[in-house]
């Protein structure tokens, strides 16, 4: 998931966690907050987004769609994509929450995926229609996409240059994609073509270096392969780590560490991209981790039984939330005002 992270006070993270998270009480305005994509069950549209305000209390915007699949924060501005519904949602956000009911921008039947905000541009990944479109946040307006050979996933940029995985060569192939291209935002062109291996998902930046989750099916779909790869100065080394490994789809990097989500938790790779299975921090259970990210130095675990858990670098529990069906990505808002 590639987004804009700002800094949340420790305080928030350690105490304003609370067990009775539908329940929203004490001050009314809040400085930061968490907001949680919450996919929605398959076919219900009712998918939403949570926030988590710095004192621990819980609120949903309501149902907004089919598959709310990533959000973004830019500014006081929050960014949802709804998938299946393929628009986008745009809410103003204060110290009073957001304002609804927000700005649609529809995307044309594209299947809108992940996003990223560069130079008051939305750049975001659409299936459908197999490219990146832009969303002008002075016009509203989207426009002309760049068109690619595969199905475009993830996003991401260093602040100058975009990193777009393709997975899928097909709709719903067995991740039988095996590229990641750097693209000029200004040109919309591809400069840069990498071949990582096969299925290529979630990105992350670090040290300059670009580091990728993979996941790819058996032809009969009965089993799963994992691995990981790094973009380090155009040079690409890869690690495979096959059949039977409880690897997740989520790469994240906290405490100065990459790190894979990993047989209920998160466990660090090693500098041959091997995953540390000794190191792993969080005991969730096998598959039961949906999304990962760090947030000012704690991991934030999204789970398939429909809670948020947080955690430090040791392992331990320090926040937990009920949230909707399917928390599969985080952005973060800090009152710069």
């Known amino acids: 998931m590639k987004r804009i992270i700002f800094l949340v006070s420790v305080v928030f993270f350690i105490t304003g966690c609370s067990d009775d998270s539908s329940s929203v009480s004490g001050p009314t305005t809040s ?19 949570y926030m988590v305000d710095e004192y621990g209390n819980t609120s949903s915007i309501g149902s907004l769609g089919d598959v709310v699949q990533s959000v973004e924060v830019h500014g006081n501005k929050l960014f949802v994509i709804v998938n299946n519904s393929h628009r986008i949602m745009v809410y103003d956000i204060t110290e009073n929450g957001i304002s609804e009911p927000g700005i649609e921008v529809s995307t044309g039947n594209s299947s809108p995926r992940e996003m990223v905000v560069l130079d008051d541009k939305v750049y975001f990944t659409n299936w459908n229609t197999q490219d990146i479109k832009v969303l002008n946040l002075f016009t509203y307006q989207i426009e002309s996409p760049l068109v690619l ?44 073509t990498y071949n990582v291996g096969l299925g290529p998902e979630s990105l992350l930046l670090f040290n300059d270096e670009v580091y990728v989750a993979r996941k790819n099916y058996s032809m009969d779909w009965n089993t799963v392969y994992y691995g990981s790869s790094k973009i380090s ?39 041959d991209l091997d995953i540390n299975t000794f190191s792993r921090i969080g005991d969730y259970g096998s598959g039961s981790i949906y999304h990962a990210e760090e947030i000012n130095g704690f991991i934030w675990l999204g789970l398939t039984d429909n809670t ?5 670098n040791n392992g331990a ?18 009152n710069q005002d």
Not at 31 to 49: D, I, K, M, Q
Not at 308 to 312: L, T
Request: proline share 4%; charged share 15%; aromatic share 12%.
């Open 31 to 49: 400085s930061s907050y968490v907001f949680v994509a919450c996919e929605g069950n398959y076919g219900a549209s009712n998918g939403t987004v």
């Open 149 to 192: 050979t595969g199905l475009p996933e993830d996003i991401i940029t260093d602040g100058e240059y975009l990193y777009v995985s393709m997975p899928n060569l097909a709709l719903y192939d067995q991740n039988l994609g095996s590229e990641v291209v750097k693209i000029d935002p200004l040109s919309m062109s591809v400069l840069e």
């Open 233 to 271: 100065n155009g040079v690409v080394t890869s690690s495979n780590y096959g059949t039977g490994v409880a690897c997740g789809g989520s790469i994240l990097s906290s405490d100065g560490m990459v790190y894979r989500t990993y047989d209920g938790g998160v466990a660090p790779l090693n500098n």
């Open 308 to 312: 948020v858990r947080v955690i430090n």
């Open 317 to 334: 529990e320090v926040g937990f939330y009920s949230v909707g069906a399917y928390p599969g990505d985080f952005a973060v808002w800090n």
